[in-house]
């Protein structure tokens, strides 16, 4: 079957550090992944995806990277801020429309 | 993008009963998807509702359990169905916008339920 999953349930940053938040997923198949934030209380808001035919992409201050060898995929947050604060999800589809959500980490910011 | 709008954004529900949830989308699209969102976890799909067909149905969830129409391109309600403490969770309703380089989901706020 097709999942997502993710390496660490939380990640604690200092401000003004970079983030790095890891996946990796069992289905070669999917088309696409996408990384979603969700802050308290609200739905996913896409931040960046990237397609399986790519390794890298690149953002404002975000960049995703996918490694198809080792079925790996992160998010690098340049310069953390405190409003980064949230859980963020990795997620994958395929041609079809269903797609499927990682376990989600939880980011904390220092000041 | 699209805005989506959820009612109601919270409930608190006894056990046994039902309740439908809206969702109201500030354009047309083809497919709304419901997820379910159980605490501290990840998102599930429950279903993709087109207008104009039978919702599709993930493993795990049936159309008894979660009934769900699709009146038009703009709106679509889930059903929870003899509620138990164990559906306790946030139900979010979603589409798709093929704008993009891949099919970014926008999301309405969520419904959060509680079932006592």
């Known amino acids: 079957g097709e999942s997502v999953g993710l390496h660490l349930p939380t990640l604690s940053v200092q401000e003004g550090d970079n983030s790095i938040i890891n996946c990796a997923y069992s289905?070669?198949?999917?088309?696409?992944f996408i990384w979603y934030k969700q802050e308290s209380g609200k739905g996913p808001q896409f931040i960046i995806d990237?397609?399986?035919?790519?390794d890298k992409r690149q953002g404002q201050r975000v960049t995703v990277l996918l490694n198809k060898t080792v079925k790996h995929l992160s998010l690098q947050i340049a310069a953390t801020q405190p409003g980064d604060s949230a859980v963020y999800f990795c997620?994958?589809?395929?041609?079809?429309?269903?797609?499927?959500f990682g376990a989600g980490t939880r980011l904390f910011v220092k000041a | 993008s699209a805005v989506i709008s959820q009612k109601p954004s919270r409930d608190i529900c006894q056990r046994g009963t039902s309740l439908t949830i809206q969702c109201q989308v500030d354009?047309?699209?083809?497919?709304m998807f419901w997820y379910r969102q159980q605490p501290g976890q990840s998102l599930t799909l429950i279903a993709t509702?087109?207008?104009?067909?039978?919702?599709?149905?993930e493993s795990g969830f049936v159309i008894d359990k979660f009934p769900i129409s699709r009146p038009n391109l703009t709106f679509s309600t889930l059903t929870v169905s003899n509620m138990s403490p164990e559906d306790s969770s946030i139900y979010l309703c979603?589409?798709?916008?093929?704008?993009?380089?891949?099919?970014?989901?926008?999301f309405g706020e969520g419904s959060r339920l509680t079932v006592l």
């Open positions: 979603s589409v798709e916008d093929h704008g993009g380089v891949t099919g970014e989901l926008f």
């Open positions: 289905n070669s198949a999917s088309d696409y």
């Open positions: 990237i397609r399986s035919n790519m």
């Open positions: 997620a994958g589809g395929t041609g079809g429309f269903k797609t499927i």
């Open positions: 354009s047309q699209v083809t497919m």
């Open positions: 509702a087109n207008q104009g067909s039978e919702a599709t149905y």
